[in-house]
């Protein structure tokens, strides 16, 4: 059934201008077709008109997005929704591309390299196909400016609570004085007291030390993160001395799929590496610590004279793969590797590697942030990643 906003004011309005301005106003036209488009398919995507009561709604209007879209036609109001019942998707308008922050950031990194001259032929290319013309410096600088003031705003955003905490880094390539070096970005992922999935923050240094991540550990702290009782991440040296200094106390859990990676160098044959993995779940998917515990011991008694120092191993390493069990069992299939942020890091990618070279950490900063802003802003429509009204 079709439903309809019963408000003929905004299109009559946008008639009226094309009338008296002919062409000159058509982008003016464009943004208010294009918002009221918007309200439209809100409407048949919730069941329901406003103020309408029917059988049908699964869910509410809730304003518009605060943060507005820029866009050639006009600036762009993107209608919220709540309350949406389980069932249902979350919105996002068909008639509104996604992607527009990180496209214009994409643009920016490719059109920098070939100003500063780093560029070859075929970015040059791209350039064009993407921008549409030759870009110059002053329009680089321009539209930088723009964007990375928006993008500053989400970085420094108030973040509030977070019982579950995910950190992780990858790496891409910038230039840096002639040299191409690698540059790692952390990201920071959180679960909210409700349930919801959170981009928290990303950084971007030309290290992973130690002092890297202290400096954006503090950050979000000073941004208002507090309540972590849980830490999720991989082994990284000189995350771990961060998280002990700046979380100290918080437990941790250590990645059980990377944890599994790690033993595979431990084992001396090859044939011997799905026999390892098979013990190794074993372990992981046991019902509750305590039995997890003892299939471990187990596991190394049986291991010992075979592959003695995987055995070694297991005993000084696995048990921090087990702090997961500490916490609700409907929760442990979520908290116990960092695979959200594996799936984030694969769609960071796909944009950059169009790019494959930064001209500086900044341009790749812009990019990274945009890709993750607009990831972020798509979660707060979706369903809850957990249910949190069960305590431990």
Known sequence: ????????????????????????????????????????????FLGAGPFERTDTRVGHSNGFKPRRLKTRVGDLKIPQVRGLVDEAPGFYPRSLERGVRSERALK?????????????????????????????????SRATQQL?????????????QVPYLILDARYEKVRQGGAVLDAAVLIAIGVTPEGRRTILGVSVSLSEAEVHWRQFLATLRERGLHGVRLV????????????????????????????????????????????????????????????????????AEDFRKSAPRLATWIDDNIAEGLTTFDFPEHHRRHLRTTNLLEN??????RRTRVATLFPNEASLLRLVSAVLSEISDSWEGERLYLTMTEDR
Not at 127 to 140: A, D, H, K, M, N
Not at 148 to 160: A, F, P, T, Y
Not at 265 to 288: K, Q
């Open 108 to 140: 920016l990194a490719l059109a920098e390299m070939y100003v500063q001259g780093v560029s070859t032929r075929k970015v040059l290319a791209i350039t064009r196909e993407l921008c549409g013309f030759e870009v110059s410096s002053t329009q680089v």
């Open 148 to 160: 990375d003031s928006e993008l500053q705003g989400w970085r420094e955003r108030r973040v509030g």
């Open 344 to 349: 984030l890091n694969r769609e960071v990618r």
């Open 232 to 299: 999720i991440s991989d082994d990284h040296a000189g995350l771990k001395a961060a998280r002990q200094a700046e979380l100290t106390g918080v437990p941790w859990q250590r990645c059980q799929f990377h944890l599994m990676q790690n033993a595979m160098a431990y084992v001396p044959r090859v044939a011997m590496r799905r026999e390892v993995g098979r013990a190794l779940r074993s372990i992981f998917n046991s019902p509750d610590r305590k039995e997890a515990e003892r299939r471990a011991k187990i596991v």
């Open 1 to 44: 059934m079709t439903h309809h906003t019963g408000d003929s004011r905004p299109l009559d309005r946008a008639m009226g201008i094309l009338i008296e301005n002919g062409l000159g106003e058509m982008a003016r036209v464009l943004e208010i077709v294009f918002n009221e488009a918007m309200k439209i398919e809100r409407a048949e």
